[in-house]
């Protein structure tokens, strides 16, 4: 396997779902999700309840799933189903808990094997489930179970029924006819919900992240104007309250959080003085702009102070004037108005997808001691004379060793979030950097940096194979540890490492991009001589014993760094101003329409097709039934209009979705039809009338003669008889 076979990524995923259920119908809203993320994707189902087989199948759909992401759909109760539909509590116990634990076995074999991301879902049981509390206490069981088994296994995300309904609450989401009749256990809201959370976390896994939430004060973290009302004056109302919860979880996430507001710095610090009743401290912020400066100018300051590209900011704030100030001299910043209301703002960040972390790790949470530390460093750089002096102060410890199992998920996180020291930007995802560890021909390194004022942690990544050279496909360093000879360093080991082997070569492969100049600086700057042009970039072919030898020259730098341009303004072309506002005006609307189930459904349901693809003339309809049968095979078969004389298979339907035809009948018409009319009766909505009225008629016939056998005791033999006969007369 090539290096190259391995950075190729492709531009149409596939969505391979499997489930222990009939999952087809959330199809219809996931591709309107797709479409309207700009997400080129396709939408495969596994046959039907083959979970394992799925995990297990090396020649399975989910295991022949390369580049895309893996779903699988789960609810538990279907597992006493399939082992013969056993309600005894005790007596399925066991056989759940033996489940579960091969399930979780299950899934991690398969992201061994592949580098395809998971997404598990548990879904929620049936109410008669949620009703016994002994078997609700053991599907509880089970999901804890399994949170456990998972929470550490690359590549594998687990998503609870309760996080879905936290989400998206859904008040009727069992369908028990659907259920009956083909194993479609959920009503159209519920798979709507379902196909929004998977949507959700689709875009988590392929959307660059953030990394900096900058915010405003007055009216933003807190209600009311701290120069005006003072400190003891602005309201921190549980509304606010919840603001502050939802940054502090971003924070405990690892996203750091800057201050940026026009105000008096005294009167904000006031503030974070004197009220302890605010969740938020002084301390939560990293870095912060309290000035009557530009907005846009304040986060180009907090950039270059914490050595970050200015596209990885997020700006909140009230005032539609700063916003439209930053968006047009910031475009790379995504920006969003918060409302004055703090219960809807409230809503807005909840609803907020681009602030959705699938997985915290613990170098995340960290993240903030490691800017802390950072400006401790700063400021005792100011404090010497010399930057050979700062250096030296330092006692910086550099190990570079290849990489373990447990640092795999930072490592992933590494190729996605660094963008400006990178040689090749290849962003990988956590089953793909295991996958290159299992690799017998590639090898991974990792650096760990530590210096006196802390543990930067792991902070840089190199991929390479040794073959007639060493081919480095990584060679990547976080900007937190550049100017201090760490790239350096990481280039001589890899000359220590061709030197032992006896391999006369170290190739570096400079694949540029937008961003990545300072990586480009460095090489030129230890091997301009031993460069030459290739299409994309250039290839440096440093001699192993020259690369071995490089050393930091201090002589060459002055008192501040310049490897490093992160902090730098970014340089985008027009469109891609363009691209920075559709996707901050995307996300605000989705957050601000689209945030409970039954928007959702309006809006997909207004993406119909008004085109209808049947052959006969279209019939409106022309009775109360007809209308509510048509409005039913609208929704499902997902057209603007039907018509009575419409055939039901010609528009498009499907046998799973006359299914859903007949669960639709009984629940909101207590009819409750065999499946044999789809094959026995005209498959038009005028046909079906006539078989839900015959139904009708035929069970209130019965109601009759029933009413009339439960009444024969007490009649006198006169009735009787006079009964028969005027029935008898009635036949003749």
Same mark, same amino acid.
């Given at each position: 396997m090539s290096i190259d076979e391995l950075s190729t990524t492709r531009t149409e995923r596939t969505i391979a779902i499997t489930s222990t259920f009939t999952a087809e119908p959330l199809e219809r809203a996931l591709s309107f999700w797709l479409e309207e993320l700009e997400i080129p994707a396709r939408i495969v189902f596994a046959p039907y309840n083959q979970v394992f087989q799925e995990l297990l199948d090396p020649s399975s759909l989910l295991a022949t799933n390369r580049g895309g992401i893996n779903i699988v759909l789960i609810r538990f109760e279907d597992w006493q189903r399939s082992a013969g539909g056993a309600h005894d509590a005790e007596l399925s116990l066991p056989l759940l808990r033996k489940n579960a634990r091969e399930f979780a076995h299950a899934i991690t074999a398969s992201a061994e094997r592949t580098a395809?991301?998971?997404?598990?879902? #548990?879904?929620?049981s049936s109410p008669a489930i949620v009703a016994e509390p002994e078997r609700k206490t053991i599907f509880e069981q089970m999901a804890d179970l399994?949170?456990?088994?998972?929470?550490?296994?690359?590549?594998?995300?687990? #998503?609870?029924?309760?996080?879905?309904?936290?989400?998206?609450?859904?008040?009727?989401?069992?369908?028990?006819?659907?259920?009956?009749?083909?194993?479609?256990?959920?009503?159209?809201?519920?798979?709507?919900a379902l196909a929004t959370m998977i949507a959700r976390k689709i875009y988590s896994l392929t959307s660059k992240p953030y990394k900096v939430i900058v915010l405003d004060c007055d009216q933003t973290l807190w209600g009311g104007v701290c120069g005006e009302d003072g400190a003891l004056g602005v309201q921190i109302t549980p509304p606010w309250k919840k603001i502050q919860e939802f940054l502090l979880q971003q924070y405990d996430a690892g996203m750091l959080l800057c201050l940026c507001s026009k105000n008096n710095e005294e009167d904000v610090a006031e503030v974070f003085t004197c009220r302890p009743d605010m969740p938020l401290t002084f301390d939560h912020f990293v870095a912060r702009r309290i000035n009557w400066k530009p907005k846009s100018e304040n986060i180009r300051a907090l950039a270059r102070e914490l050595n970050l590209g200015s596209d990885s900011f997020i700006f909140l704030d009230d005032d539609p004037v700063e916003c439209a100030e930053v968006q047009s001299n910031c475009p790379e910043v995504l920006t969003f108005q918060v409302a004055r209301d703090p219960g809807q703002t409230v809503r807005l960040l909840s609803n907020l997808w681009i602030l959705d972390h699938l997985k915290v790790t613990g170098d995340g949470q960290r993240r903030n001691l490691t800017y802390r530390q950072s400006a401790e460093r700063e400021r005792f750089r100011k404090s010497v004379f010399s930057f050979d002096e700062f250096l030296a102060g330092l006692n910086l410890k550099i190990e570079i060793s290849p990489m373990a199992t447990h640092q795999v998920v930072r490592f992933a996180e590494l190729t996605q979030r660094t963008?400006?020291?990178?040689v090749a930007t290849h962003p990988r995802s956590e089953g793909e950097i295991r996958r290159l560890c299992q690799s017998e021909y590639l090898e991974c390194l990792s650096v760990n940096v530590k210096?006196?004022?802390?543990?930067?942690?792991?902070?840089?990544?190199v991929v390479f194979k040794a073959a007639e050279s060493i081919l480095v496909d990584t060679f990547l360093l976080s900007c937190r540890a550049l100017g201090k000879g760490v790239e350096h360093r990481m280039l001589s080991r890899l000359g220590e490492i061709a030197d032992e082997r006896g391999l006369n070569e170290v190739v570096v492969h400079y694949h540029?991009?937008?961003?990545?100049?300072?990586?480009?600086?460095?090489?030129?700057?230890?091997?301009?001589?031993?460069?030459?042009?290739?299409?994309g970039g250039f290839l440096f072919r440093f001699p192993a014993r020259y690369a071995a030898a490089i050393k930091y020259r201090l002589e060459r730098l002055d008192a501040t760094p310049?490897?490093?341009?992160?902090?730098?303004?970014?340089?985008?072309?027009?469109?891609?101003?363009?691209?920075?506002?559709?996707k901050a005006s995307l996300l605000a609307s989705i957050a601000a329409e689209m945030h409970d189930v039954e928007s959702i459904q309006r809006a997909i349901l207004q993406t119909r097709p008004t085109v209808r693809r049947g052959l006969v003339?279209?019939?409106? %309809?022309?009775? %109360?039934?007809?209308?509510?049968?048509a409005q039913v095979w609208s929704e499902l078969l997902g057209l603007e209009r039907v018509g009575v004389q419409d055939n039901f298979f010609d528009l498009g339907g499907h046998s799973l979705l006359a299914m859903q035809v007949l669960a639709r009948v009984r629940k909101d018409l207590s009819v409750d039809l065999s499946p044999r009319v789809f094959f026995t009766t005209e498959l038009t909505i005028a046909g079906l009338c006539r078989e839900i009225v015959a139904q009708q008629v035929q069970a209130e016939s019965s109601n009759e003669v029933e009413t009339v056998l439960q009444n024969l005791d007490a009649l006198s033999d006169d009735q009787v008889k006079a009964l028969l006969a005027e029935a008898e007369e009635s036949c003749d």
């Open positions: 395809t991301p998971q997404l598990v879902f #548990i879904c929620p399994l949170k456990e088994e998972l929470k550490q296994t690359p590549g594998v995300y687990l #998503i609870s029924s309760s996080e879905l309904f936290g989400s998206y609450p859904v008040t009727e989401y069992y369908d028990p006819h659907g259920d009956r009749l083909a194993h479609v256990p959920f009503t159209p809201l519920f798979f709507t963008n400006q020291f990178n210096d006196r004022f802390g543990d930067y942690g792991l902070v840089g990544a540029q991009t937008k961003k990545n100049g300072s990586a480009l600086e460095f090489l030129d700057g230890v091997g301009s001589d031993f460069k030459q042009a290739v299409q310049t490897t490093s341009a992160e902090g730098a303004a970014v340089s985008l072309m027009p469109s891609e101003f363009d691209e920075a506002r559709e003339p279209f019939v409106s %309809p022309r009775t %109360p039934l007809e209308n509510r049968l």
